[in-house]
Every structure is written in C-alpha cells, then in structure tokens.
C-alpha cells in the first residue's frame, strides 16, 4: 500500500518539478528506470507468491539499478555503449515479461 | 513459491494470489514498508522525468556522443556524395550545352558553305547588283570567241555569277560556235543575247566599256552591245550538279 502510493506520489512529484535530466546522467536513467521497473514487477511477482520480503526488494531494487547503470557506464567507456543499452532492455523486458505472466496467472488464473 | 518460508509467511502461503495482494494493500508503516514506497516513488519520478526529457529533447539532443559522431559522419558522408553527384551533372550540363552550341556553329559554317557553293556550282539561284550586257545581234554574226570574251572580261571585272540567256556559267561552262551560231555548254543561243552578271555594278560597267574592249568587240563585228548597271540583277538559271566520276576529296591537313 504504501509502495503504491509512493509511486504515484513520484509520478506526481515528476509532473509538478519537471526536472531537467542532467548531461551525465542522460544515457543512465532510461536504463536505470527498466532496472527498476523489472525490480519492481519481481517485487509484485513475489508478493503475490508469498515469499516477498521488504529487504530483499530494497536490495535487489537498488542493486539492479546501480549495475546497469554500470554496466552502461562501462560499456560506454568501451565504446559499446548502445549496444550494451540496447542489450540490457532486452534481458530486462524479457525479465518483465516473465513476471507480469507469472502475475497474470496468479491474478487471472490463467 | 513453494514451501513454508518463516513463521510470517507460513500463515499466509495458503492464501491465493488475490488474497495476498488485499493483504498487501492494508498500509503497515514499519521502516522497510517506508523504504519500499520510497523506492517506488523514485521509479516514479525518475520514470517521468525520462519520458518528460524525451519529450523536450530532439533526438540528438540525447543522443551519445559516438551515435553524434557517426550521424555527422553519415551526413557529411551524403553531402560529399551530394555534391559529387552536383559537379557531375554541371559538367555534363556544360558539356551539353557547348556540343549544343558547337553543333550550332557547325550547322551554321555548313549552310554558309553550302550556300557559296551553290553559288559557284550554280545549283542555287542567286541575286545581287550587277550589270545586264545586251548584245542585239540581227544579221547572227557572234562567234563563240566573241561570247567567250564577254564571259571573260566579266569575270575578270569581278563578276562572282554570270548566266548567258538561260545558261548558267560554271566552272565546266564552254562555249562553240555551232551551226546556228554560238553554243554554250551545248544549247544554242538565240540573238538578242543577254549576260547578266553579279558583281560590282560600277566597275563591271566600266570593263565592258572600256575602248577596244568588248562592247568596241562587238560593234566591230557588227553587232551593237549595250551594258545596263542594275541594282538587282536576278540569276535564276540553274545547273544540275553531278557526281564527279573519277575525283575523290583529298584528306585534308
């Protein structure tokens, strides 16, 4: 519930500031927001099978942001840096993808 | 997903998802709970904040520094290509434009020299100022000498087209004396005999006049030759040109 509502009162939060997305963190953030969108369908996906825990979504929330962030990073540091990206948001989407069926099936029962 | 994890959720785990999901929604604000919300509000946030600055910014703007490399790259890669293609076309524009122009002037030079030389071979009518040279001839006294003499003092006066009656004078032109008087090229001529010549109109006059030249000539023979400057003087007698049999064109140069 509150997990909930923060992320409206985040959504709402960007709409009212609008903040200008710094220079150097231009190429980060889109991939650090698929990082956290994946960590958090697998929160979602845990909870509903019982075993969720506050830690580990904290943790792994965190985690997944920061290492594609990095792996970004490093990647562009290796002058592979779109293709990295572009690799990244496919592990990421399928990740999701996985989780939302396994939600879907524990919500829909099918 | 399978099996009692903990004493917390080993009371729950018989729930189903939907039962699970209620049971999430009832707000325990303990200190992980808050951290989590804070979390989601971050993913909030920074997830509008990234679709709001796609929004704004033009493609490029957010666009990495190799990926802007490279699309300069491509561009100016096209705008070689571009204007290599641009100088191609101009210089095949001016080339056309100069074998327009060359044809142009070869087609000119070539109706020039047509025209001169249907002039000279008589296969072309011609008219200018000149003279008519009357020669009244009653008793038919003319030779072929005679004629033959006017044709040449004419022609030495300058003049550039000369016809006898209904013959035009030629390179080939000779003149005979024949049965019936004089023949030119081989057709008879009947008296009053008429040269009329193109050329300087003052000076062809002039020539014939001059004393013991041609008209004095013919007054001698008993004939009475009267020369009348025209300012235009029609040649319309034609001359059907004809293939040369053995003469070839030498190369030129």
């Given at each position: 519930m509150i997990a909930a509502i923060g992320l409206l009162l985040g959504v709402g939060l960007g709409l009212l500031v609008q903040p200008e997305v710094p220079t150097w963190l231009q190429p980060y953030l889109p991939i650090a927001v698929v990082a956290a969108l994946d960590a958090t369908f697998g929160g979602l996906r845990a909870l509903l099978d019982g075993i969720f825990d506050d830690r580990v979504f904290v943790v792994s929330f965190l985690s997944n942001v920061v290492i594609a962030a990095l792996v970004v990073f490093l990647g562009d540091q290796l002058g592979v840096g779109g293709q990295l990206s572009t690799g990244i948001v496919v592990v990421l989407g399928i990740r999701i993808f996985a989780n939302v069926a396994a939600i879907r099936r524990h919500l829909l029962k099918a | 997903m399978t099996g009692p994890r903990g004493t917390g959720h080993a009371a729950r785990h018989e729930l189903t998802g939907r039962a699970r999901l209620r049971s999430a929604?009832?707000?325990?604000?303990n200190q992980r709970q808050i951290l989590a919300g804070a979390l989601c509000a971050l993913l909030g946030f920074a997830g509008v904040t990234q679709v709001q600055s796609r929004d704004e910014d033009s493609v490029l703007e957010s666009a990495r520094q190799s990926d802007l490399v490279q699309i300069l790259d491509a561009q100016s890669q096209l705008a070689d290509r571009l204007e290599d293609e641009l100088a191609g076309l101009e210089s095949s524009y001016d080339d056309l434009l100069t074998d327009g122009n060359k044809q142009q002037t070869a087609l000119e030079q070539a109706r020039e020299r047509r025209e001169a030389l249907g002039i000279l071979a008589g296969t072309l009518g011609a008219r200018g100022p000149g003279v008519d040279l009357v020669v009244v001839d009653p008793d038919r006294r003319a030779s072929a000498i005679r004629i033959l003499g006017a044709i040449e003092e004419l022609r030495n006066a300058g003049a550039e087209v000369i016809q006898v009656n209904d013959v035009r004078v030629v390179a080939s032109t000779y003149v005979l004396d024949g049965d019936d008087g004089p023949e030119v090229d081989g057709i008879g001529l009947d008296p009053p005999y008429v040269l009329r010549a193109i050329g300087d109109a003052e000076t062809l006059a002039t020539a014939m006049g001059i004393p013991g030249g041609v008209i004095d000539s013919f007054a001698n023979d008993g004939m009475s030759a009267t020369v009348v400057p025209r300012v235009e003087v029609v040649v319309d007698a034609l001359r059907t040109p004809s293939a040369p049999e053995y003469a070839r064109p030498a190369e030129a140069g």
């Open positions: - | 929604l009832v707000p325990r604000a």
